[in-house]
């Protein structure tokens, strides 16, 4: 039987090639590959057979914008409605981190650290200079991490229902509030009524969906089972090992007023903590998956902020 959500990816993948943004593997080193889709004038046309030439460096004329996704699906699965709102004035890049989409690696270090120094090193082989960063849930601790290590790549960041690192307490305060027992259980569900539970804490309206294609997620989005419980784990960092970072980027937090996962005490809190360099926007009728459930919204929001960074200028 034809897995349907399998079934939609060529349409998927049509869609993101008329939006001008193609397919591209980036060895970062021998053994770790990360899979991307980048602007198409970046990638020379080649004849089927023969290796595609390395990428030329982003339109100068155009800012670049990285977009990092969250935990359940790979990026452009993640960003499907906002990659054609941005390609007309910005360079779009759409990793897949590692053991997500096609992007894997034989080293063993699960934690968000090197999934930001992978990224940074893809990009670095892809031309990316400079940037700005655009982070959800998990993708939003990578962001952070990445502008924290790299201050001359990441210009600002954008950050949506994430934190800046997963400590024990907010990882413990927040399963408990939700009702699960571990992290696992609620972002790797194994069966239908588990993913249903995951979509009913992520959305702002309860989504329906048959059974059918819940069967179908599951068996495509959630690969790579054993790796991915191991970055869960290598998320969670003591309350006692935590510091905030001094970002001298600008920070602008996105959020769903709704959201059940990481909710609107902690986004404030996490702006206080940033300083005078955090702005902060939420939108109305809107859950974890804010860019999905009201993209219009967010995209105009996004727009907004990546629009005054070069005003500024």
Known sequence: ??????????????????????????????????????????????????????????????????????FAAEGIVTWQFQVGALAKKYSVYVPDLLFFGGSTTDKTDRSPTFQAECLAAALGKLGVERC?????????????????????????????????????????TTLKGLGFSSSSELLLPTSVKGLKALLSVAAHKKLWFPDRLHKDFLEVMFANRKERGELLEGLIVSNKDTTIPNFPQKVHLLWGEDDQI?????????????????????????????????PCVYNRYLKQFLASLHADK
């Open 132 to 172: 700005t960063v655009v982070g959800f849930s998990y993708g939003g601790m990578v962001a952070f991490k990445m502008a924290e290590l790299y201050p001359e790549l990441v210009q600002a960041i954008v950050v949506s229902g994430s934190i800046i690192a997963m400590t024990d307490s907010i990882s413990e």
């Open 262 to 294: 990481f909710n609107l005490e902690l986004a404030h809190n996490m702006q206080g903590q940033l300083g005078e360099n955090a702005s902060f926007q939420g939108i109305k009728k809107a859950g974890h998956l804010v860019h999905l459930e009201r």
């Open 1 to 70: 039987m034809v897995n349907l959500v399998e079934a939609q990816k060529p349409l998927l993948h049509g869609l993101m090639k008329m939006a001008g943004i193609k397919p591209y593997t980036v060895e970062i080193q021998p053994g770790t590959v990360m899979t991307f889709w980048v602007p198409s004038e970046t990638i020379k046309n080649h004849k089927k057979g023969e290796n595609p030439q390395p990428p030329a460096k982003p339109s100068g004329s155009k800012p670049v914008v990285v977009l990092i996704h969250g």
